[in-house]
């Protein structure tokens, strides 16, 4: 039974009508059917009476504003867009959280003109005739990685998976129980093998495999011997790896292919940069992995996508599998993927215009720079608001890409006077364009390296809204 007061409470909560009366709703009244809008002020009355019953909230006076506001909150899922832009000042380059690779303007312009327009997606226009969505990249993919063929996909877990359905199905598969990972968001090597059929064979130790105990493994059943990057992890210390092109040999010598999941695959020579120790897709090729697979939204820098390439023979199997069909990229990954792809015919370019290359390949110098100048935007328009510093840190490349390289930075470091760090982080995640950074003990870290210099005033502009509400 509900209390004299619970009862009180409840009698003194306004009808639905009243509230849809209301002039803050009609502007949801002309965009919505009214029933919708209808129901959801209904939602909102029923959730505020369980309340009510519940001795969460009667005693506070409960206001018809405040339960416009609520339901307003709920419209606003339907009618303001939830997929949006944020401001990472994360540092860490390829957030998979956040969307992992931002594409170049070339190939945002790409995107734009075939969303717009009809296309010869699949027209060859000299002979007129049906044409394949993947011959717009395969050519330019053989040129940059030196492969034979070359096929894209939905994404690089969707490669893995058609690789080892086509090829390895109810065969034996090699791998080493160093490289057994686990990728993030429960991708498992072990699960994707068993879903597509193919039996794992174990072989070597968690820190030491030898060649030897690959070519004992090798039997009338062996389908393909495997090598998985270990993206997101480093085994270090006393360790022991097979080098590609001793696995290359035993597979030919046994007649079957030799596949590297690379995970990330870079074209552009970042060890050069003394960045990293990873093998380009190149070197990968020359030392002659039948088939690679890596990830179009990694290190690539380009839209989602999984690229496969290697021997023709492979890919020729791979091509004719009718999975394909359900793995199929769309014309905008097409686009934005060929765009990107032009970018590293000349390697110059690509440092410059691909986003993500630019931004792991930013020094210390030119961010100290960018943090001078957007610690100096902040402070002059929150005034003595914020206490704020500059301090040395590390930026990462993320997407569990070359998880041991600490990119040196130079960070914003800010906290306020009136409100403790949580809060501060927690008011610019809701600010009408978002900034996320990273914390610190008591600080908000914002990190030069991922944004651009007319991101600045954007920034200043949501600090003041975190400042004011
Ligand atoms: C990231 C990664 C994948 C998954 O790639 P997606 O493009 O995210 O599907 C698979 N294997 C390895 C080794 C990876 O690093």
Redesign the pocket.
């Known amino acids: 039974m509900p209390t004299v007061e619970q009862q009180e409470a409840l009698r003194r909560l306004p009808a639905v009508h009243q509230l849809l009366d209301r002039k803050e709703l009609s502007p949801y009244l002309k965009r919505l059917p009214r029933e919708w809008v209808a129901q959801t002020v209904r939602d909102t009355l029923t959730m505020k009476r369980r309340e009510i019953l519940d001795n969460l909230s009667f005693r506070e006076e409960i206001t018809e504003s405040a339960l416009i506001a609520q339901a307003i909150k709920t419209l606003h899922h339907l009618t303001e867009p939830q997929l949006r832009p944020i401001l990472n000042a994360t540092g860490i380059v390829l957030h998979?959280n956040l969307g992992?690779a931002i594409l170049s303007e070339d190939a945002v312009k790409a995107v734009h003109q075939v969303a717009r327009s009809a296309s010869n997606l699949e027209f060859q226009l000299h002979e007129g005739i049906r044409g394949s969505r993947y011959d717009h990249v395969e050519a330019l993919l053989c040129r940059l990685t030196g492969a034979e063929a070359a096929m894209v996909v939905?994404?690089?877990?969707?490669?893995?998976f058609h690789i080892l359905q086509t090829l390895t199905k109810g065969k034996d598969v090699i791998l080493s129980r160093g490289q057994l990972?686990e990728?993030?968001?429960s991708?498992r090597?072990s699960e994707i093998m068993q879903e597509s059929g193919a039996r794992l064979v174990e072989v070597g130790t968690t820190n030491k495999t030898r060649i030897q105990d690959y070519e004992q493994a090798v039997t009338s059943e062996t389908g393909m011997v495997l090598k998985?990057?270990?993206?997101?992890f480093r085994i270090i210390g006393f360790t022991q790896e097979v080098p590609r092109e001793a696995l290359t040999a035993l597979a030919r010598n046994h007649g079957i292919p030799f596949y590297e999941?690379?995970?990330?695959g870079v074209l552009y020579d970042l060890k050069k940069h003394g960045i990293g120790k990873e093998p380009t897709v190149q070197e990968c090729i020359q030392a002659g992995v039948d088939l690679l697979?890596?990830?179009?939204?990694?290190l690539l820098g380009g839209p989602?996508?999984?690229i496969i390439v290697g021997k023709k023979e492979w890919l020729d199997r791979l091509k004719k599998n009718q999975l394909t069909r359900s793995l199929r990229v769309d014309k905008f990954t097409l686009a934005a993927l060929e765009a990107t792809l032009r970018h590293y015919l000349n390697p110059k370019e690509a440092a410059q215009k691909i986003p993500t290359l630019r931004q792991i390949l930013r020094k210390k110098t030119e961010l100290q720079e960018a943090a001078r100048q957007l610690a100096h935007t902040i402070q002059e328009t929150t005034k003595e608001k914020l206490q704020i510093e500059m301090v040395s840190s590390h930026s990462e490349v993320g997407?569990?890409?070359m998880p041991e390289v600490e990119l040196p930075t130079v960070c914003v470091a800010i906290r306020s006077h009136s409100i403790p760090v949580s809060q501060l982080v927690q008011r610019l995640r809701s600010a009408p364009k978002p900034v996320v950074g990273r914390t610190s003990q008591n600080w908000l870290l914002l990190d030069p390296r991922t944004l651009e210099e007319n991101d600045f005033p954007t920034i200043t502009e949501s600090f003041r809204y975190a400042l004011q509400t």
Do not use: E, P
């Not at 999941?261 to 990330?264: A, E, K, R, V, Y």
């Not at 697979?293 to 990694?298: L, Q, T």
């Open positions: 998979t992992r939905n994404n690089n877990a969707a490669a893995v990972v990728i993030g968001g991708f090597i998985v990057h270990t993206s997101n999941d690379l995970g990330s697979s890596f990830s179009g939204d990694k989602q996508a999984g997407g569990g890409s």
